[in-house]
Nanobody, 128 residues
Framework: EVQLQASGGGLVQAGGSLRLSCAAS????????IGWFRRAPGKEREGVSC????????YYAYSVMGRFTITSDNAKNTVYLEMNSLKPEDTAVYYC?????????????????????WGQGTLVTVSS
């Protein structure tokens, strides 16, 4: 059974940092790309970042480029999202998801391919 568990959310002041983790199990981690999404209150879900397993290619939405960094530890089956210079508009529930085709591409504000497996989210709240 494919399982993805996001963790690391919390309350932080604007300008602060958080690191989210996505722990994966139940599938061959090396065959999948992992993406991070977020859904802010009253807004549509946004594809934030993703990383492939095959070559570590990454994608970032325009809204987080230069502030967020995605990395993968294949030995731990875990993907991290380092979030720096956080802004109140980054407040959202963050989810991680897996694509068995190991794709990672986007158009600035979302991904160009679906992710088939989803984990529960972790809440990030950035206070002003």
């Amino acid at each position: 059974e494919v399982q993805l568990q996001a963790s690391g959310g919390g309350l932080v002041q604007a300008g602060g940092s958080l690191r989210l983790s996505c722990a994966a199990s139940g599938f061959t981690f090396d065959d999948y790309s992992i993406g991070w999404f977020r859904r802010a209150p009253g807004k549509e879900r946004e594809g934030v970042s993703c990383i492939t397993s095959s070559d570590g290619s990454t994608y970032y939405a325009y809204s987080v480029m230069g502030r967020f960094t995605i990395t993968s530890d294949n030995a731990k089956n875990t993907v991290y999202l380092e979030m720096n210079s956080l802004k109140p508009e980054d407040t959202a529930v963050y989810y991680c998801a897996a694509d068995p085709n190991d794709y990672c591409s986007g158009y600035g504000s979302g991904f160009t391919h679906p992710f088939d497996f989803w984990g529960q989210g972790t809440l990030v709240t950035v206070s002003s």
